[in-house]
């Protein structure tokens, strides 16, 4: 199939018809609990028996419905020990200070932007300054792959802003190259930018979180940490190794520090509509659209903002087809290779060009490619 290259637009003014949408409609619709519960009293109502068939049937479905989303429920309310009656007390935005990785560009940038207009302290590290209008947006120039420069701004930040609560490590960069032609340094600044940055964050911020025994940490991954595809060895690799930080770190917030009040979120989207991976070309036929819609930027960043106002740790998967990828590796291995074929994912890098990111050793970025748009 010719592959075609997905336009970097602005956040749609009505939903796009994919899966995404289908399955928002049924969630409301036949897959939920409320919705359903109407369906045997209907035909009740229009005279038939407590013992018919459809009555019957229709219950069963009702029970298996109600409890898919109970044991839901209940598993978000064990892991963040929460009350069956009582939500947690209302986040207080003006009270935080969120320090954003990598927030100069693309969700880093809208999500500092979008904090800010809530009256938020935003800080932000990235090695180009951020283009904002409002006044309570910090920039520090900070090259967070390496530990040196994380400790020195860190305790500039403490120092001249405060104690961060919010923790948001989402500086990422790909390389798009196969392995043989990754040259030395751009498998250290995969991992330095994608992996290890969150490990110096953490040494710098967390004992302040520690200390207040409160705080959010968000962890940006992705859907391709679940999985590997061709010419992505080290992304692939890299976002693997910040999910595995993630549940490391949750458990050792829980366990050994005894702070399950500091909540973790792990972000896995799939495709971006950013510039990092503006020149990535996908197949041309139209079910893939469907069935593998790209996220805008702005779907991710509300996203993390509610999971930040709903103060509970979870997983964040989207679009809906991310939530298949972890249990392909465990179907027949002629299915894996279908399932992989059919999503091009093998071929979608081979007329990338990196655009975000770029070292002085690779040169200027080609003319017919601008940043921004």
Same mark, same amino acid.
């Given at each position: 199939m010719e592959p075609s290259r997905r336009r970097e637009d602005g956040s749609p003014i009505f939903d796009s018809l994919?899966?995404?949408?289908?399955?928002?409609v049924l969630a409301n619709t036949a897959f939920s609990p409320f919705f359903v519960f109407f369906i045997p009293i209907f035909y009740i109502f229009q005279g038939a028996k407590f013992d018919d068939t459809i009555v019957v049937a229709s219950a069963i479905y009702w029970v298996g419905i109600s409890a898919f989303w109970f044991i839901r429920w209940y598993s978000k309310l064990y892991r963040n020990q *929460?009350?069956?009656?009582?939500?947690? #007390? +209302?986040?207080?935005?003006?009270e935080q200070i969120v320090v954003i990785t990598g927030g100069a560009s693309g969700i880093g940038e809208l999500l500092a932007n979008t904090l800010a207009v809530r009256n938020v302290t935003v800080v932000v590290l990235d090695v180009n300054p951020i283009v904002t209008e409002n006044y309570n947006v910090a920039y520090y120039k900070c090259d967070v792959s390496k530990w040196e420069e994380v400790e020195v701004v860190s305790k500039k930040i403490i120092e001249e802003i405060g104690e961060p609560t919010i923790l948001i490590n989402n500086a990422g960069v790909v390389q798009g190259k196969l392995i043989v032609d990754l040259s030395a340094e751009d498998i250290q600044q995969t991992f330095g930018v994608n992996a290890l940055s969150h490990f110096w964050i953490l040494k710098a911020f967390l004992? @302040?979180?520690?200390?207040?025994?409160?705080?959010?940490?968000?962890?940006?991954?992705?859907?391709?940490?679940?999985? *590997? %595809? +061709?010419?992505?060895?080290?992304? @692939?690799?890299s976002k693997a190794a910040v999910i595995g930080l993630h549940e490391s770190l949750r458990y050792e917030l829980d366990k050994r520090y005894?702070? #399950?009040?500091?909540?973790?979120?792990?972000?896995?989207?799939?495709?971006?509509?950013?510039?990092?991976?503006?020149? %990535?070309?996908? #197949?041309?036929f139209p079910l893939f659209g469907f069935f593998c819609p790209s996220v805008q930027a702005v779907a991710v960043v509300k996203t993390i903002i509610v999971a930040l106002d709903d103060q509970h740790s979870q997983r964040i998967l989207l679009p809906f087809y991310?939530?298949?990828? #972890?249990?392909?590796?465990?179907?027949?291995?002629?299915?894996?290779?279908?399932?992989? @074929?059919?999503? *091009?994912a093998d071929y979608a890098m081979e007329s990338f060009v990196k655009i975000s990111g770029r070292r002085p050793d690779e040169g200027s970025l080609p003319s017919e490619f601008n940043e921004k748009e």
């Open positions: 994919d899966v995404d949408l289908v399955m928002k *929460g009350s069956f009656v009582l939500r947690p #007390p +209302a986040l207080d935005w003006s004992p @302040c979180l520690l200390k207040n025994k409160s705080g959010h940490i968000v962890t940006m991954s992705s859907a391709l940490g679940m999985t *590997g %595809v +061709a010419q992505m060895a080290d992304y @692939c690799a005894k702070c #399950p009040q500091i909540r973790t979120t792990l972000v896995c989207p799939g495709h971006v509509l950013t510039p990092m991976f503006k020149t %990535v070309t996908f #197949p041309k991310t939530n298949v990828i #972890p249990f392909v590796s465990h179907l027949p291995s002629f299915f894996r290779d279908l399932v992989q @074929c059919v999503s *091009g």
